[in-house]
């Protein structure tokens, strides 16, 4: 049984936890930010909320490529999730798969300009939904707390998502 943060003696009944209720919370405003998100794609750029993620990561990242076990990891993909999200960016001419020179077993991902055109694209409509709509009530100081807090808890539960890739030809650490 858990107890209450503010007085760790009194007992708690486990459905009226308040860890529960932050859970909940921060469910209830991912799945409810993620829909608004989806709905900034222009549809006829072939751009999904699918790949949008993958390529924004690319888009985001040194030199503009991912490996895929990296991609993988930060989208939370399996293998084959990254290998047919790949497939897709590649069809579309949004990303190319790039063979490390100095590791024959490693893929990098790295987005074209065709890619970062389509993120240029979506990404006005897409910070302004979140202006707007998602963190319309969050002022800037809470909203540099609430990414403190948020990398504390993604760190906790998803460490692989601040994974770096090194840079093309570099050894890879370990």
Sequence with gaps: MSTHPEASATPVDPLDDPVLTTMGLLFEAAAGAHTLLGTTLVSDSGLTDQLFEPLLRLARSNGGRLRMTDLAAQCRYSASAVTRVSDRLEA???????????????????????????????????????????????????????????????????PCAAAVTPEMGAPAGR
């Design 92 to 158: 579309l001419g949004f990303a190319t798969r790039e063979s490390c020179p100095s590791d024959r077993r490693v893929v990098h991902l790295a987005i074209t300009e065709t890619g970062r055109r389509a993120v240029a694209e979506a990404m006005p409509p897409h910070v302004r939904m979140i202006d707007e709509r998602i963190f319309a009530n969050v002022d800037a100081d809470e909203r540099r707390e609430l990414d403190r807090l948020l990398r504390k808890v993604r760190d906790a539960v998803h």
